[in-house]
C-alpha cells in the first residue's frame, strides 16, 4: 500500500538521520493509534538508512515477549544491517552475554554481570558510530521488556554527540511503561515527537487509486473514509474484500466499498493489538450498540472508573474503530460480538437491562438487552416489552414489536395478560405476514370461549378470520364482542367498533350480510356500506360520495387498513377509476413510506385492477407481481383471488396464455369462492378458457359466477360482467339468441352513462347484429371505451369497426381504423394483438405502398371473408377433407360444404387447390379456436383468439 500524507513526518524523521550523520544525534517517538501506519512509516526511515550507506539496527516489542528480558536488545544484535567490514568486535562478546537466542544469562533487575554487558554494548555501539552512522528502530517500544528500555534509557544520554539516531515508535492508546524512559527521551534537545493521524479523503483516494484508478478511486473515497476514519489498516482491509469479491464476481465490479471477513478481522486485530482493556470496552459498546452511550454505564459494565473508559473511547475513535460511541461498522460490531461466548453475551445483556431499568431509562432502549439475554425472569420484563412493543407499534416498526411481544408471551405467567399480549402479538404478526398470525389463532379461540379476550381483541381477531376464510368462527367473535359492548357497561366506541367489523365482512364474505344500524359518525362503517351499496344496487353517486367521505376521514392504521381498501374498491367497482386510481397511489406512497409489507402489497393489487380498467396490462402484471412478492401466495387467504384474478387478466389482455394459466395452476383456499375475490377468478379463469377456444369450459366458470352474485345479491356488471362472457360463449357455438339477450340485460344493468363496462358490453351486442346496427353499435362502443379511458379496449372495438367498414366496401376508412388499432395496442403493451392488427392493415395498404408480391385484391378479399368461413377456408387450404373439419370444429360435413361454397363464390376459385396461401398461416391457430358458427356480424371467437382483441368480457 502507497505511505499516503506521510511525507512530512517522513521528511522530519530524515532530518533526525541527517544530523546523526553530522555527529548530532537525536531521538525522534512516531505516536499513532493502532494500525495508522507507524511500522511503515519506520520502515520507510530504515530505507533511507541503509541507501546512505549507515548501519541499522531493528527491533519490536510485542505483548507476548514482554516478560522475556532483553527481548529488543537481542532483536537489536540478531537483525542489525552492518556495513561489511565496519562491525566492531567488541560488541559481540556483550551480544553472548544479552542475547537470549545465544544462551546468555539475563536479570532484572539487572546484577553486576548484567549492568556490565549493557555498558560494553553502549562502548561497542559507539565505537560503530565512529566509523559509520548508526540507526536503531524500535518498533512499539511501549510493549518491550523492562531491562530493554532500562539499557535504551542508559543510551540516550550518550546521543548528544555521537552518530547515533534512535527512531522509536509507540502506540497512542498504550499507557507509557517506562516513565523514566519517557522523561530521558523528552530531556535530549533534539527530541521529536512525530504524531500520525487518519488520512484525509484524499489521502485515502491516493491509496485506492493503487488498485481501481484514479476516477473510481475519487468516487469511492468518501464512503471508505466513513468506514475507516483513514486508518491505513482497515482501509487496506476494505481493498482486500473488494479484491476478493472481484475474483470470484463475473462482471462489472461493486458499486460501493465492500466490507467483508477482511474488515472484520482488521478489527478484532486492531482491539488485540490495542490490548485487553480495549477489546473489553468494544465488546460492551458492540452490546450496548447505542450511538450516545455515556461513558458511565459501560464503565459500570466495566466496573471501572468513568474517566478511564472515557479516554479509552478517545483511542478507539482514533483508530477509526468507533463513530460515538458505537462500532463504525455493522461488520465490525458483528466480529466482537462473536469474539464473546454466548453465555458471557447474554450476560452482559442482561446486566446491561438490569441497569438501564434502574436508571429509568426508556423501554424501546430496554428491550433489546432483554430479548438478547433471553430467557429474562424479572417481574418487571413482560411490562417493559409490553410498552417497548406499543411503541415500536406507533413508530411502525413493526419487526421490532413482534420481537417485544413474542418474549412478553413467553415470561408471561397470568392467563388474562397472556391472552391480550398473543392478540396483540397475532394482529402485529399479521401485518408482516398474515401467515404468521395463524399461529396464534387456536390459543386465542380459547381464551374467546373462556371469557378471557376483551372485545377490541376479539374483534382483530375476528378479522384475522376472515382473512383466511374461517366464517363461522369469525362470526362467533364478532358476536361475543357485540355482547360485551352491549353488557352493563354499554361502551358506544366498542358498539362502533363492532359495527364497523360486522359491515367489513359483509363486504367480503356476502352470505353473511349483516346490515350495520346506521353509519354514525364512523368513516369504517360509512366505508364498507358504501361497498355494500355498490355491490347490491350498483354505481350510484351517493355510494361514490359516501366512500370518497370515508377516505377524507381515515388515516391508514391497523384499525382502518381493510376498510380503506373497500372504500378505494367501491370507487372502482362504482367505475370512478380516475378517484380510485388517485386514492389508491396516495395510500400505496404511505404504506411503502411506513413500511409495513401487508399495506404495500395490498394497495399494489388495488392499483393493479385500476391500472387493468385503465388499459395498461402491462403496469397490472407488474403491481400484482409486486404485491404477491411483498407477502407471499400462501399468505394472502381468501384474498388472494384479487391478485391473482389481475394477473391471469392482464396476461389475457397480453395474449401470453400460458402465463396465464400457470396463474391458474396456483392452489387457492376453497373458502375464496365463499368471497367477491372468487367471482374475480371465476371471471379470469372462463375469460382465460374463451381465448384459448374452450368455450363449453368457459361457460361452466361464467354460470358458476351468476349463481353465486344472484344467490349473494350482488349481481352487478361492474364486479364481474360474467354475461359478456357468457354472452360470447353462446356465439362460439352458433346460440346468438341467447348471445344477444344476455348482452342486452347487462346493457340495462350497466345504464346510460359512458362506462367501460357498457362499452364492452355494446361491443359484445354488435356481435349479435348485421350491417348498419352492426356498426352503430361498434361506433358507440368505440366512443363510449374512449370516455371510459381504456385505450386497450378501445383498440378492439376499433379492429372491429375497421372490418365492417372494409365488408361494407370503405377501404380508406377500414385501413385508418387498424392503423390506430395497432397503434393503441401498441402503447398498452399487448404486442401481439398490435402485431396483428398492423399486419391487418398491411394488406389493406395503396398500391405504391405495399410490400412486393402482394395482391391487393386478392388481401382485400380474404379479408371479406366471416370468421366461420375463414375458419373452414384455412383447413381446406392447409389440406383437410371436409370430414375432418367438421370433426375438429364440431360441426356437420354438410355445414362445411356451405361454407366452402360460399368461400369459392367470394373469393372466386372452383376448388379447394385453388384457395389463397393468404388463408393458410392462420390455420393452426384456427385449429385452437372454439367450435360453431360465427355471429351474423362476423367476428366470431376464433378472430378473437387469434388477436388478443376480443373484450374483457
Not at 518498533?139 to 530493554?148: E, Y
Not at 535530549?188 to 493503487?210: D, F, I, K, N, Q
Not at 360460399?902 to 384457395?915: E, I, M, T
Request: charged letters at 20%; aromatic letters at 2%.
Amino acid at each position: 500500500m502507497p505511505l499516503a500524507e506521510r511525507a512530512r513526518q517522513l521528511a522530519e524523521l530524515t532530518a533526525v538521520l541527517d544530523d546523526a550523520a553530522r555527529g548530532r544525534g537525536g531521538v525522534a517517538v512516531v505516536s499513532g493509534g493502532v494500525g495508522c501506519g507507524r511500522t511503515e512509516l519506520l520502515d520507510a526511515v530504515r530505507s533511507v538508512a541503509v541507501r546512505a550507506g549507515g548501519a541499522v539496527l531493528w527491533a519490536g516489542g510485542s505483548r507476548p515477549e514482554r516478560e522475556a528480558q532483553g527481548g529488543v536488545i537481542g532483536q537489536l544484535l540478531r537483525y542489525a544491517d552492518l556495513p561489511e567490514g565496519r562491525c566492531d568486535a567488541l560488541v559481540l562478546e556483550p551480544a553472548r552475554v544479552l542475547d537470549p537466542g545465544a544462551g546468555g544469562s539475563l536479570r532484572w533487575p539487572p546484577d553486576r554481570a548484567t549492568g556490565a554487558a549493557l555498558h560494553d554494548l553502549t562502548a561497542g555501539l559507539l565505537r560503530i558510530a565512529v566509523q559509520t552512522p548508526v540507526l536503531l528502530c524500535v518498533d512499539d517500544i511501549d510493549l518491550a521488556d523492562p531491562l530493554s528500555l532500562h539499557w535504551i534509557s542508559r543510551l540516550v544520554p550518550h546521543l548528544r554527540a555521537a552518530r547515533i539516531a534512535l527512531v522509536a515508535t509507540e502506540c497512542a492508546t498504550t499507557r507509557p511503561a517506562h516513565p523514566q524512559l519517557q522523561a530521558e527521551l523528552r530531556r535530549h534537545p533534539r527530541y521529536r515527537r512525530v504524531v500520525l493521524e487518519g488520512l484525509s479523503p484524499g489521502g485515502v483516494a491516493t491509496v485506492l487509486a493503487g488498485s481501481l484508478g484514479g476516477a473510481a478511486a475519487r468516487g469511492l473515497a468518501a464512503d471508505h473514509h466513513r468506514i475507516t476514519a483513514g486508518n491505513p489498516l482497515l482501509l487496506q482491509a476494505l481493498v482486500t474484500d473488494r479484491d476478493r469479491v472481484a475474483a470470484t464476481r463475473e462482471g462489472a465490479p461493486a458499486v460501493g466499498p465492500v466490507v467483508a471477513d477482511a474488515y472484520a478481522d482488521a478489527v478484532l486485530s486492531l482491539l488485540h493489538r490495542g490490548g485487553p482493556a480495549a477489546l473489553a470496552l468494544a465488546q460492551v459498546l458492540a452490546v450496548l450498540d447505542e450511538a450516545d452511550t455515556v461513558p458511565g454505564l459501560a464503565a459500570r459494565l466495566l466496573e471501572e472508573q468513568p474517566a478511564a473508559v472515557a479516554e479509552r473511547c478517545r483511542d478507539l475513535a482514533a483508530a477509526g474503530l468507533l463513530d460515538g460511541a458505537r462500532l463504525r461498522h455493522p461488520v465490525g460490531r458483528t466480529a466482537v460480538l462473536r469474539s464473546l461466548s454466548a453465555p458471557a453475551r447474554r450476560a452482559l445483556h442482561r446486566r446491561a437491562a438490569e441497569l438501564l431499568h434502574g436508571e429509568g431509562a426508556d423501554a424501546p432502549r430496554i428491550a433489546p438487552h432483554l430479548l438478547a439475554a433471553a430467557p429474562v425472569e424479572e417481574p418487571w420484563a413482560p411490562a417493559v416489552l409490553k410498552e417497548a412493543a406499543r411503541r415500536h407499534l406507533e413508530a411502525d416498526r413493526l419487526q421490532e414489536a413482534r420481537d417485544c411481544l413474542g418474549a412478553a408471551v413467553a415470561v408471561s405467567r397470568e392467563d388474562g395478560e397472556r391472552a391480550l399480549l398473543q392478540a396483540q402479538l397475532a394482529a402485529t404478526a399479521r401485518l408482516l405476514d398474515p401467515a404468521l398470525g395463524t399461529r396464534h389463532v387456536a390459543e386465542l379461540a380459547a381464551a374467546l370461549r373462556d371469557g378471557l379476550l376483551p372485545g377490541r381483541h376479539a374483534l382483530s381477531l375476528a378479522r384475522h378470520l376472515l382473512w383466511h376464510g374461517r366464517f363461522d368462527e369469525a362470526a362467533l367473535a364478532v358476536e361475543r364482542a357485540g355482547e360485551q359492548a352491549a353488557g352493563t357497561y354499554a361502551d358506544p366506541a366498542a358498539g362502533a367498533e363492532v359495527r364497523a367489523t360486522r359491515t367489513l365482512m359483509a363486504a367480503i364474505h356476502p352470505p353473511v350480510l349483516v346490515p350495520a344500524a346506521g353509519t354514525g359518525g364512523d368513516p369504517r362503517i360509512r366505508a364498507a356500506a358504501a361497498l355494500s351499496e355498490v355491490l347490491a344496487r350498483g354505481p350510484g353517486a351517493p355510494a361514490v360520495a359516501a366512500a370518497q367521505d370515508a377516505l377524507r376521514g381515515m388515516r391508514l392504521g391497523r384499525n382502518t387498513s381493510e376498510w380503506i381498501v373497500c372504500a378505494v374498491t367501491a370507487l372502482l367497482y362504482a367505475e370512478q377509476t380516475g378517484a380510485a386510481d388517485r386514492w389508491c397511489r396516495h395510500w400505496l406512497t404511505e404504506a411503502r413510506t411506513r413500511k409495513v409489507p401487508l399495506w404495500e402489497a395490498e394497495f399494489s393489487s388495488l392499483l393493479a385492477g385500476v391500472r387493468r380498467r385503465q388499459g395498461d396490462p402491462v403496469a397490472a402484471r407488474g403491481l400484482a407481481e409486486a404485491a404477491l412478492a411483498q407477502v407471499p401466495v400462501e399468505s394472502w387467504g381468501v384474498t388472494l383471488g384479487r391478485p391473482l384474478a389481475h394477473l391471469v387478466e392482464a396476461a389475457t389482455d397480453l395474449g401470453d396464455h400460458l402465463a396465464a394459466a400457470e396463474h391458474l395452476a396456483v392452489p387457492v383456499p376453497d373458502a375464496m369462492f365463499e368471497t367477491r375475490f372468487g367471482l374475480h377468478v371465476l371471471h379470469a379463469r372462463g375469460r382465460h378458457l374463451l381465448e384459448t377456444g374452450r368455450a363449453d369450459e368457459a361457460l361452466d366458470d361464467f354460470t358458476a359466477c351468476a349463481d353465486l352474485m344472484r344467490r349473494w345479491g350482488c349481481d352487478q356488471p361492474a364486479l364481474a360482467p360474467w354475461r359478456t362472457g357468457a354472452a360470447l360463449a353462446h356465439l362460439a357455438w352458433g346460440d346468438t339468441t341467447t348471445a344477444r339477450a344476455l348482452a342486452r340485460e347487462q346493457l340495462a344493468l350497466a345504464g346510460p352513462l359512458p362506462t367501460r363496462t357498457r362499452g364492452l358490453t355494446l361491443r359484445v351486442l354488435a356481435d349479435t347484429e348485421y350491417g348498419a346496427e352492426r356498426i352503430a353499435l361498434l361506433t358507440g362502443a368505440v366512443a363510449v371505451l374512449r370516455t371510459a379511458g381504456d385505450p386497450l379496449q378501445t383498440a378492439g372495438a376499433l379492429a372491429d369497426l375497421a372490418r365492417d367498414h372494409l365488408r361494407a366496401g370503405r377501404t380508406g376508412r377500414a385501413r385508418t381504423g387498424l392503423a390506430t388499432a395497432a397503434r393503441l395496442a401498441g402503447r398498452c403493451g399487448a404486442r401481439p394483438l398490435a402485431a396483428a392488427l398492423a399486419a391487418e392493415g398491411e394488406t389493406l395498404a395503396p398500391p405504391g405502398r405495399r410490400p412486393c408480391g402482394e395482391r391487393a385484391d386478392g388481401a382485400a378479399v380474404v379479408g371479406t371473408l366471416s370468421a366461420a368461413e375463414g375458419r373452414v377456408a384455412s383447413l381446406a387450404a392447409d389440406g383437410h377433407t371436409n370430414k375432418e373439419i367438421a370433426q375438429r370444429l364440431r360441426i356437420t360435413v354438410s355445414t362445411v360444404e356451405q361454407h366452402l361454397t360460399r368461400v369459392f363464390r367470394k373469393l372466386g376459385v372452383r376448388a379447394r387447390r385453388d384457395l389463397p396461401s393468404a388463408i393458410a398461416p392462420d390455420a393452426a391457430q384456427q385449429v385452437a379456436a372454439p367450435p360453431g358458427a360465427a355471429a351474423p356480424g362476423g367476428r366470431g371467437r376464433a378472430e378473437t383468439a387469434v388477436s388478443g382483441s376480443g373484450p374483457d368480457v
